[in-house]
């Protein structure tokens, strides 16, 4: 299955370290945070986990819920979290899903439908394309798929910088520009007429007639 952006996210029910969770009535009316991982006890993995229980209070400042994924049972969690606050310092404070049967990673599209067996007999090498994130919006479209490579840990802080982008354009008609961060420029929607624009916003710096600058809305 081959998901992309403006996608209704796969509803799912799984086994989590907080018990069994449906993954839409799950999100509710928030914002949501899908990572993914081909195994516990992987090296960059750790990591990425204790940083994103470190940030976790800016997800949910902007009403972000987040949750993991491993291709590893539920029972295996535990002791990976424990290895996670031994070296990082955090433990995860977010669900944790135990994919042992694939489900949720065949209906993400990260692993092939054949995909089947005892996870203990795959190798995180066999998981690779296990390294998923998938931000989805309240009305459960995908606004956001990131896959990464297995030695290449993911920068959450962008994810706050794109989470940032994504709900500021979901209630004002504009755009973000390269790098942009919260309380800089932002350009006007290319939807939005020049008529349409100044009953909008007023005026604008106009460096060309398709690229119209303005203050970000607050």
Not at 75 to 84: E, F, G, P, S, V
Not at 101 to 113: E, P, R
Not at 121 to 149: E, S, W
Request: net charge negative; charged share 25%.
């Amino acid at each position: 299955m081959s998901l992309t952006i403006g996608d209704t996210a796969p509803d799912f029910v799984a086994a989590t370290t907080d018990g069994a969770i449906s993954f839409h009535e799950w999100i509710g009316d928030s914002w949501a945070v899908l990572f993914s991982h081909p195994k516990d006890f992987t090296p960059i993995c750790t990591t990425e986990l204790g940083y994103m229980a470190k940030v976790k209070p800016e997800f949910d400042r902007r009403g972000v819920k987040i949750m993991a994924l491993s291709v590893d049972p539920v029972d295996k969690h535990a002791a990976w979290a424990a290895d996670i606050e031994e070296t990082q310092g955090t433990a995860p404070n977010y669900p944790m899903i135990g994919d042992a049967d694939f489900t949720v990673s065949k209906a993400y599209g990260m692993l092939g439908a054949d995909v089947s067996g005892d996870p203990a007999d795959r190798t995180a090498a066999d998981n690779q394309t296990v390294r998923g994130v998938f931000v989805i919006g309240p009305d459960k479209k995908i606004k956001l798929i990131m896959l990464y490579p297995m030695t290449t840990g993911r920068n959450f802080d962008e994810i706050l910088r794109v989470i940032d982008s994504l709900q500021l354009t979901a209630k004002h008609k504009v755009a973000t520009p390269v790098n942009w961060q919260q309380g800089e420029d932002v350009v006007i929607a290319g939807s939005v007429s020049n008529d349409q624009a100044k009953d909008i916003f007023g005026t604008w710096a106009e460096p060309k007639p398709y690229i119209r600058i303005v203050p970000q809305p607050k």
